[in-house]
């Protein structure tokens, strides 16, 4: 265990639905991440907290939404998703995202399925 | 803009065998350079970090090696077992995108048969 829990572990939706993913961690960290693993692709970074700011949207279309309520909490809150938004979501965690040498600890991800 | 690959995408080996994995990056300007392991259905595990300041880094069985001025880092697995069946994935932190965000490769697939 990396100390980085994410919930739901898997989750199937309708394209109308609307959803959260949810990740927690332990390990005291400032900073936490959104990344999103595609088949065949590598990882892309989605969004970053750093004390509790967010720091980045890497262009990130609005029917993702990130919500960060304190330094140990992460939402990425889902509606109108489309099929090619089936992935992998990983939630990592790092001591500050000014740091520049931090190791970032990543959670087992959710499994998203988009019907 | 900094591009990550890895070779081979799959690897199968028998017990026991010595491996490398490969890693080459497009722009030398980078802080570190990570080594990760991914199960199947899991996160990431980080297995090494090498600053760019250093040649490599080991931890037990595994060895990993920067070569920043030709862009390339290399992941040595001693004496491989089954519990090393994996998927490997390389990042790198380059300087011009900030201290966080990394840029990692698709990875290598690796299978060691029992």
């Known amino acids: 265990e990396t100390g980085v829990t994410q919930t739901p572990r898997h989750l199937v939706m309708g394209m109308t639905n609307k959803k959260s993913l949810k990740c927690e961690q332990h390990?005291?960290?400032?900073?936490m991440y959104w990344y999103k693993q595609s088949a065949k692709k590598p990882l892309e970074l989605m969004f970053v907290y750093n004390f509790k700011e967010q720091t980045e949207n890497n262009s990130v279309p609005s029917r993702f939404s990130p919500e960060c309520p304190n330094s140990s909490h992460l939402f990425l809150h889902l509606h109108t998703l489309q099929p090619e938004d089936s992935a992998l979501y990983l939630c990592?965690?790092?001591?500050?995202?000014?740091?520049?040498?931090?190791?970032?600890?990543f959670g087992p991800g959710t499994r998203l399925t988009v019907l | 803009k900094q591009e990550v690959t890895q070779i081979p995408a799959a690897l199968s080996v028998p017990e026991g065998e010595n491996l490398v994995l490969n890693c080459s990056f497009t722009?030398?300007?980078?802080?570190?350079l990570q080594w990760f392991r991914q199960d199947p259905g899991k996160g990431l595990t980080s297995l090494l970090l090498i600053q760019s300041s250093q040649r490599e880094q080991t931890s037990g069985r595994l060895n990993a090696s920067l070569d920043k001025s030709s862009g390339r880092s290399t992941l040595y697995i001693a004496a491989s077992q089954p519990g090393d069946s994996a998927t490997y994935l390389c990042?790198?932190?380059?300087?011009?995108?900030?201290?966080?965000?990394?840029?990692f490769g698709t990875g290598t697939r690796l299978k060691v048969l029992a």
């Open positions: 390990l005291g960290h400032n900073a």
């Open positions: 722009d030398s300007a980078i802080y570190n």
């Open positions: 990592a965690s790092s001591q500050s995202a000014s740091g520049g040498a931090d190791t970032q600890y």
């Open positions: 990042a790198v932190l380059p300087v011009s995108s900030g201290t966080y965000k990394y840029i």
